[in-house]
């Protein structure tokens, strides 16, 4: 069975960092895209961060270009999201993910094979 668990989560302040992260279990994602998600109260669940199956290429939302930094280590089947200069309009459940198929990136939620259970991240002004 596929597990995917979230930590690093928590209340910081605006301009703080946090570092995600996202352990696998239950199979290898070596071949999977790896993702993240974010879904504040009212809003759906929006597309943070994607990184290939290689660890290369990162792939990053609008809102967070420039801030956060998608990475992986397959070794441990785990994938990470650095957050810097954090905004109180970062506030949401982070959420990991897997691609559904292999090779492929996980950029929409209908892409998506597994979800983590999330992590709150909050952020004051």
């Known amino acids: 069975q596929v597990q995917l668990v979230e930590s690093g989560g928590g209340l910081v302040q605006a301009g703080d960092s946090l570092r995600l992260s996202c352990a696998a279990s239950?199979?290898?994602?070596?071949?999977?895209?790896l993702g993240w998600f974010r879904q504040a109260p009212g809003k759906e669940r929006e597309f943070v961060a994607a990184?290939?199956?290689?660890?290369?290429?990162?792939y990053y939302g609008d809102s967070v270009k420039g801030r956060f930094t998608i990475s992986r280590d397959n070794a441990k089947n785990t994938v990470y999201l650095q957050m810097n200069s954090l905004k109180p309009e970062d506030t949401a459940v982070y959420y990991c993910?897997?691609?559904?198929?292999?090779?492929?990136?996980?950029?929409?939620?209908?892409?998506?094979?597994?979800w983590g259970q999330g992590t709150q991240v909050s952020v004051s002004s």
């Open positions: 239950g199979r290898s994602f070596r071949n999977y895209g």
């Open positions: 993910a897997v691609s559904k198929d292999i090779l492929a990136l996980p950029t929409t939620p209908r892409l998506v094979g597994s």
């Open positions: 990184i290939t199956y290689t660890g290369r290429t990162p």
